[in-house]
Structures are given as C-alpha cells and as structure tokens.
C-alpha cells in the first residue's frame, strides 16, 4: 500500500467519522423506549455500531486529536443512550437467551465503560446451556464468541470452540468462489472479523482461510464495485486490513473516495441519495460506520501504528 493510498484511506475515515459525528443525535433511541425493544434493529443495533467503530478508532490511536475526540464523544453518547449500561443490563435479566446486550456491550467494556452488574450477569448467562445452544447462523455464534472475548469472559479462548465455529461457517467450508451472493459475502466478512477481533489478532484467521480470502478478496471487491454495492464494498475492504498481510490497494480507496460525498456521507449503493437529513443518516450510517472502521485499520495496519501525516 502506497503512502497516497494511506492518505486516503486517512481522509476517508475521518470524514466519514466527521459525518457520524454531525448527525449523532439522529440516532438518538426514541424517549419512551424501554429494554423491552420493539423493534431492535431501528434504532438499538445502529447505535451499537457507531460505538464499534468509535471504539476501534480508540483503540487503533492512530487517527488525530480532533477526531479521538469525536469518537469518545460518540461512545459516550452512545453509553448514556444505553442508560450507562442499565438498559443493556434490564434486557438480559428480561430475556437472558438474547445475544445483544453482550454483542451491544463489547465495544464499550473494549473502552473502558464497565457495568459491573451486567459483567457479573453475562458470565452467569454465557455459561448456561439453553444460552450456547441457541440457534443462529455460524458466523453469529463467532460474533457471540468474540464479544465474550472481548469483554473478558473468554480471555484465554478456551470457553468456545474456535476451530469448530470457524468451519461451520459458509467461508470456513473454502466454497466455490464464484457462487458468493450479496447475503454469503456479509456472512464471509464477518466471519473475518469476529475471528480476528476486527483486525487485531490477524492469527486468528486460520491458514488455509487467510490463502483463500487472499486469493479472492481482489475480484470480490471488483465485482461488487461494479454493482456499486458500496456498503458490501467497504466491508470487503475492511476484511484486507484483517489479513496476516493487509490487502489494501490504492485503487480500491481512490475508488471508495470518489463516491463518498463531500460532507462525509458514505453512500451504501448506487441509488440516489435522498436530500432529507434524517433520511440521509438512517440510509447511509452503516457504510460511514464502514468506511471508518477500515479506513482506520487501513492506516493502522500498513504504518504500524504511527498517526498519518495528514491533517487532523
């Protein structure tokens, strides 16, 4: 990767984290929302991703000083949302079989936020039977195990069994390459991630996976490009900077640099892009959430952890 391409990469990340930055309030829960959650995937599970990708631009500390700000900013208002951890914790006690409070949890504990309450009520709930016997797709049971890791309730990777998650997955069986579809290629990036804690441990991808991704990663991100699902894109992106040896070419990110708007916005495709503010933000948050996770990791990755020369 090219010192132009880092730059980039630097430019894109901070921008989109600007955006997200600007608009937090839109993804503000609604004031009458209690841990019951009608309807998590609204409001609740976006705000647990701008936490991720605020927490990783914390942890890798290679953005500047204006944007470390925004990121804690917005881990701490996502962690006042959340009631400071007393949501998170009244819906596990409600329905202690859900994985989103401990899934919701990760990137905050990553940083600091503790709930000791929750801490204690996690270990006893991720321990049970009925609880690791919950059916959900392979690549979940990864997401479930690396929050669990991340919060401290696997520190020595004994409490799962990685090798078993990891080949139950649609990546873990090397599929054919040319059969990914929209849904398989979310499935495969996240399966990178959660076994690589976004980027940090790349060991963790096993080798046979780490050759094959490799091999593919290239011509998956030139599909979907052309299909201008920028959303997947980013993502794919992302799953480079996971690699043992970081896959990020300049042209990828010039490319996903031309599309980004000029006040920051991501957009997730290639279909018009509402001018209604609110809408902008609920469309178009995750792939900014994208575009800062990886532009992080892309800087992180390829200088070592030294902060860009690039303004702030």
Partial sequence: MTATATRTAHHVSTRALAWLHEHHEIGALPPDTTADLGDPDSVYKPLGETALAASLVLREAVAGSAQLRMARALLDFGWRQLGTGDMLYERLLRYSMMTDPLEAYAPFARSGLRHEPLNRLLAHTTALRSVRGAEMMPNRRLAVANAARVIGLDEDDRSYDWPALTRATWLGALPEPWLVDWMTGYSATHTVFHLTDWGARPEGLPADLTAYVTTWLPVWIDIWAEAEQWDLVGELMLVGCCLDEP??????????????????????????????????????????????????????????????????
């Fill in 247 to 312: 896959y990020c070419e300049p042209a990828d990110w010039e490319r996903l640099a031309a599309v980004q708007h000029e006040d920051g916005l991501v957009p997730r495709d290639g279909d018009p892009v509402s001018e209604d503010r609110t809408r902008r933000f609920t469309d178009h948050q995750h792939t900014a959430v994208v575009a800062a996770i990886a532009g992080t990791l892309a800087v992180s990755r390829t200088l070592g952890g030294e902060a860009p020369t690039a303004a702030a």
